[in-house]
């Protein structure tokens, strides 16, 4: 909770920047909604990457788990060299969705603790000031935890001779309530504690029609609404009916910024699938593979053939030649000293042999 009010404390600035400007809490809190939306759409997008990348190995995962589907340690090995070998990290989608919830929460706080957040007021006198409220009759004391500063705003005209803050911050508080009526709709007003005339139980409904409504668009777009099974299928109707039975429970200003933000995020959702859908993103990476790899090959220093030198045949047959007349000299040596002596006409052992005398 810390470190969402020290989100909601910083993001109080851009709010309070926007009321302001408008004079009007509802147009302030759609503003500041875009902004954030603006701000976390880099994020979104790398969750789109991260789902494409996931996609394009998912064929590849499953052979591998038909393979090594009986040896675990065996799967993890080959797994961890089919990430480095596509250069994907399976961490890559978690932070991209964890940011944009921490900031979304500290926006829930920038709501429902406006003196704290918005008008960054002294937190001691606004702890004085909502500690009082445990002594009003009519219920405050229910809303001491959370709500208590939303209450002061919306009853200031009842509690200002009771509130310890100085002038300065009086005048800022007494501006900052006259800013609450949207279309009618009084956003500090809690919809379990208004009257049916007050129309803010419009709030919660479209809390609900908004979540049911967004998520089923943005699976039927998606293409996975007839792969929603079993708990994912309960979860999908369960989820926006525990916004709204909130949005029913807590002051409108707060369902008012759940109903802005479903209906922005189904607007990003669509940004996303015109420019940014699995089958765009999968192609342009694996052309953004296929390029790397020729650029690695480019990158390589080319190997000569292999080429002979060539000989020096006149070299060689000096050479040779010497060799030769070396050879012939010794050998016409060793003749002379084994040279026999000249043989008889009549040796038998002649080869032309001898002609015979009659």
Not at 132 to 154: D, R
Not at 186 to 199: A, D, G, R, V
Not at 227 to 251: D, E, H, R, T
Not at 288 to 295: I, T, Y
Request: charged share 15%.
């Amino acid at each position: 909770m810390q470190i969402f009010s020290w989100i909601g404390y910083v993001f109080g600035y851009l709010l309070w920047a926007f009321y302001e400007l408008t004079k009007n809490y509802g147009i302030a809190i759609i503003l500041f909604t875009i902004v954030l939306k603006i701000i976390t759409f880099p994020f979104s997008v790398k969750q789109q990457k991260s789902m494409a990348q996931n996609a394009r190995l998912a064929n590849k995962q499953r052979e591998l788990k038909e393979k090594y589907g009986n040896d675990k340690v065996k799967l993890s090995e080959e797994t961890q060299k089919l990430y480095a070998k596509e250069n994907v990290s399976p961490m890559n989608g978690c932070l991209t969705m964890i940011l944009p919830l921490i900031l979304l929460m500290g926006v829930y706080y920038a709501v429902i603790w406006p003196l704290t957040n918005t008008l960054h007021l002294d937190s001691g006198s606004v702890q004085a000031a909502t500690g009082m409220l445990a002594q009003v009759p009519g219920g405050f004391g229910g809303y001491n935890s959370y709500y208590g500063e939303l209450e002061i705003v919306n009853h200031f005209n009842d509690f200002r001779n009771f509130l310890p803050f100085s002038s300065t911050d009086m005048a800022s508080i007494e501006f900052f309530s006259k800013g609450f009526n949207f279309l009618g709709l009084n956003l500090l007003s809690s919809p379990n504690s208004s009257p049916f005339s007050s129309m803010v139980w419009l709030i919660p409904l479209l809390c609900l029609v908004s979540s049911l409504g967004t998520q089923y668009l943005t699976l039927r777009i998606q293409g996975n609404a007839n792969n929603m099974q079993g708990c994912m299928k309960w979860m999908m109707y369960l989820m926006p009916i525990i916004s709204a039975v909130i949005a029913w429970q807590v002051p409108a200003a707060v369902g008012f910024y759940w109903i802005v933000s479903t209906v922005l995020s189904f607007v990003q959702t669509l940004v996303l699938h015109r420019f940014y859908n699995v089958n765009i993103m999968t192609a342009k990476q694996e052309a953004a593979r296929v390029l790397l790899r020729e650029q690695e090959e480019a990158a390589l220093k080319p190997v000569l053939a292999y080429s002979p030198k060539k000989l020096d045949v006149k070299s060689m047959d000096s050479k040779s030649g010497k060799n030769v007349q070396n050879t012939n000299k010794g050998s016409s040596t060793a003749s002379k000293k084994n040279k026999p002596g000249k043989k008889k006409n009549n040796d038998s052992g002649s080869y032309m042999g001898t002609s015979k005398r009659g």
